[in-house]
């Protein structure tokens, strides 16, 4: 069985984690998100933490941030345990991931929903480098 939730603990939270991540985590670009991850040497519950950001100068309303949002997560809560989830449990690795939109236009779902398993891929390939 699949485990299609989205707990607290899988959201980064921690201003430690957070500003490790972006000091010292690797980035690459894959529109319309740019990934930051970097592999976690502290022992957690789950094999990743995530960030989500959406930012306020491409989209003033903050009713447009928070749609983008939820449809980045519920893009994301579906497909890490398909793909994400194998590959980390297979390597034995714990990664820290920021998706940042950069886009500059509001997408719809299913176009977030490809886009977001092309970047996963991607940042396993990365990972594998």
């Known amino acids: 069985m699949k485990n299609f939730q ?3 603990e899988e959201r980064l ?3 430690k984690l957070l500003a490790e991540l972006f000091n010292n985590g690797s980035s690459f670009l894959f529109y319309p ?3 930051t991850w970097q592999i976690n040497q502290e022992p957690q519950k789950y094999p990743v933490q995530i960030v989500i950001s959406v930012p306020k100068k491409r989209f003033k309303k903050s009713v447009d941030r928070n749609l983008i949002k939820r449809r980045i997560k519920e893009a994301y809560r579906l497909q890490k345990s398909v793909s ?3 590959f980390l449990q297979t390597q034995e ?3 820290l991931v920021a998706f940042h939109y950069v886009g500059k236009e509001l997408l719809d779902y299913s176009y977030i ?3 977001l398993s092309l970047a996963l891929i991607n940042l396993e390939k990365q990972m594998v480098k």
Do not use: G, H, I
Request: hydrophobic letters at 30%.
């Open 93 to 95: 690795k714990q990664l």
């Open 6 to 8: 989205f707990t607290k």
């Open 84 to 86: 994400l989830y194998p």
């Open 113 to 115: 929903y490809q886009k």
């Open 13 to 15: 939270c921690s201003k």
């Open 33 to 35: 998100f740019r990934v």
